[in-house]
């Protein structure tokens, strides 16, 4: 069965930064893209970030450009986001999710696959 796992939020000041993981279990993440996205209490599910399969494209929401870099290492099928100058705004659970095939897609519908979530908390 095809899971996705996050990990790597927590409490963070204004400024700071963390690393969330997406790891695959069950297939092998080489032919999906992954997508992150965020969901803040009283808001709806925001796209943040994509990355395809080869990992040769990706793509940021503007709010997050300039400070969250997408990567992908296929070898221990695990996507990360990195995510630098915090902002309070960034507060949110952020889940991992993959479509189904190597291309990033525009409708979050589109999505089969989910996470759990992790939550990002982002408060001096």
């Known amino acids: 069965q095809l899971q996705l796992v996050e990990s790597g939020g927590g409490l963070v000041q204004p400024g700071g930064s963390l690393r969330l993981s997406c790891a695959a279990s069950?297939?092998?993440?080489?032919?999906?893209?992954i997508g992150w996205f965020r969901q803040a209490p009283g808001k709806e599910r925001e796209g943040v970030s994509c990355?395809?399969?080869?990992?040769?494209?990706?793509n940021y929401a503007d709010s997050v450009k300039g400070r969250f870099t997408i990567s992908r290492d296929n070898a221990k099928n695990t996507v990360y986001l990195q995510m630098n100058s915090l902002k309070p705004e960034d507060t949110a659970v952020y889940y991992c999710?993959?479509?189904?095939?190597?291309?990033?897609?525009?409708?979050?519908?589109?999505?089969?696959?989910w996470g759990q979530g992790t939550q990002v908390t982002v408060s001096s």
């Open positions: 999710a993959a479509p189904s095939g190597g291309s990033c897609v525009p409708v979050t519908a589109w999505y089969p696959y």
């Open positions: 069950g297939f092998t993440l080489d032919y999906y893209a």
């Open positions: 990355i395809t399969s080869s990992g040769g494209s990706t």
